[in-house]
């Protein structure tokens, strides 16, 4: 007889497929997902499962998949549809939930991908010679008429004599891949612009011409400084009532490709799940930054409240290391939870603690070296219940301890996809529950994070 799995979280669907009651961390990725809670159930893969149970009447389990930021969260549910109840829907038990970050791209795939980017964003494209020769332009900038006229009118040429290069001092002609990538000044524009060479012919690249791709650092109308005059009308709320408005269509965008990429609707070309795969990472990319961007706003709103629960933050240490396990796994580095059986009861947002103890697990994986150690530690302090995590990084300075709960404050860092805000958000919702969080650490030693909420006599 196997053992009975362990369930993590429940959840309640209609009729109409609607999650109309959800535990964290379900509850969380249905709004990630671009879904409202009550509403229809926004990750791809559950909503198939639960429009399959309810249709046949069968009780379904399996593993699903679901994008999560950068991360791939795979959680296996079990489905259990309820034909005698009233609503006609569906109960759902979460009985494993793993995170882990998306697989890195092929170097080939992320170079096609580049291309296909500056392809749709460039304001110049040309086709070149071997030599570089201006065979044919096209240009959409009015600030590079000039360039494109000089490049049609003097095609004996090489378009890379009518601009200059920021850090190059090789002398013409300029290998292509030097030119790749490069930054450049053309005349007439105040923008500085970034060209992508691409080669074509085989076996040799370049044998058959280039394709010539520049592409600005900013919109026109950003660079000239003209702003609608609607928009100087603009209530201080607009940034409120606009990242609800952009994280739907962006999510539904990326539900949709996610439905494609997993062939849930039927086979398809492998190509096709590939375009469609792009569509979701770069979606996930845009949408993070907008949910950071909502917290933030939320956070500081002069009416946030958080809803006081009665919670044990050692179960929620091990939620918490049970959902970021995989990440951790794949990174070499060891997480150690309190153990089964210990307990801190204390008062706080159920959903708000997790939030930052994820926040606070996903720093120490991503900071830490791999064969390290990241372990949660509760204690309490008088009226204060405490969960302290610690790395084996390497560490912060004295004026880096404050600094780093600053708004938008990456410490010099950059390319690791993190906007700056979460620890920022995370102390903000600490103080709301009445709690505090703060950081200790010593070069060398590592970093200690510790999450206070008031403590609770049971």
């Not at 959840?11 to 229809?40: I, M, S, Y």
């Not at 008429?145 to 850090?167: C, I, N």
């Not at 907008?290 to 409240?305: G, P, Y």
Request: glycine residues 8%; negative net charge; aromatic residues 4%.
């Amino acid at each position: 007889m196997t053992a009975p799995v362990t369930v993590l979280a429940r959840a309640r669907t209609d009729a109409h497929d609607r999650l109309v009651e959800a535990d964290e961390p379900l509850a969380g990725l249905q709004r990630r997902c671009g879904g409202e809670l009550p509403g229809t159930v926004a990750v791809p893969e559950l909503l198939e499962l639960v429009r399959k149970a309810r249709a046949l009447g069968l009780r379904v389990a399996r593993t699903i998949r679901a994008i999560d930021g950068e991360d791939v969260i795979r959680a296996w549910v079990e489905i259990a549809p309820q034909s005698g109840d009233e609503d006609g829907g569906c109960l759902i038990a979460v009985g494993t939930w793993q995170s882990s970050p998306i697989p890195p791209e092929a170097d080939d795939d992320a170079t096609q991908r580049r291309i296909a980017i500056d392809r749709e964003l460039a304001e110049l494209t040309a086709r070149l010679s071997p030599d570089q020769q201006t065979i044919a332009v096209d240009c959409s900038a009015p600030d590079l008429q000039d360039l494109a006229e000089a490049m049609r009118e003097q095609k004996s040429r090489k378009w890379s004599e009518l601009v200059s290069f920021e850090g190059l001092a090789h002398r013409q002609p300029l290998h292509w891949r030097l030119l790749d990538g490069a930054t450049c000044h053309v005349p007439g524009s105040d923008r500085l612009w970034t060209a992508s060479l691409v080669p074509l012919g085989a076996p040799e690249p370049g044998s058959a011409g280039f394709e010539l791709l520049l592409v600005a650092d900013r919109p026109l109308a950003v660079a000239t400084g003209e702003v609608p005059a609607e928009a100087e009308q603009l209530p201080t709320s607009f940034g409120r009532e606009l990242t609800p408005v952009l994280r739907q269509p962006i999510a539904r965008i990326i539900a949709n490709a996610e439905t494609i990429r997993s062939r849930l609707a039927g086979p398809l070309a492998d190509e096709y799940s590939d375009y469609a795969s792009d569509i979701a990472s770069a979606g996930q990319h845009l949408l993070s930054l907008i949910e950071d961007l909502s917290d933030l706003e939320v956070v500081e709103s002069d009416d946030f409240k958080t809803a006081p629960d009665a919670i044990d933050l050692g179960d929620l240490a091990r939620r918490a290391v049970g959902i970021l396990g995989v990440r951790a796994q794949e990174q070499k580095i060891a997480l150690v939870a309190p153990p089964e059986g210990e307990s801190l009861p204390a008062t706080g947002e159920f959903r708000r603690v997790l939030q930052v103890l994820l926040n606070l697990v996903g720093n120490a994986i991503r900071y830490s070296p791999e064969g390290s150690q990241v372990a949660l530690a509760l204690a309490r302090d008088g009226d204060r219940a405490l969960v302290t995590v610690s790395d084996q990084g390497p560490g912060l300075q004295t004026d880096q301890l404050e600094a780093v709960f600053r708004k938008f404050e990456r410490l010099g860092r950059s390319g690791d996809g993190g906007s700056g805000l979460g620890l920022y958000i995370s102390r903000r919702l600490a103080r709301a529950m009445g709690g505090d969080l703060w950081a200790e650490s010593a070069p060398g030693e590592g970093a200690r994070f510790t999450l206070a909420v008031p403590a609770r006599d049971d």
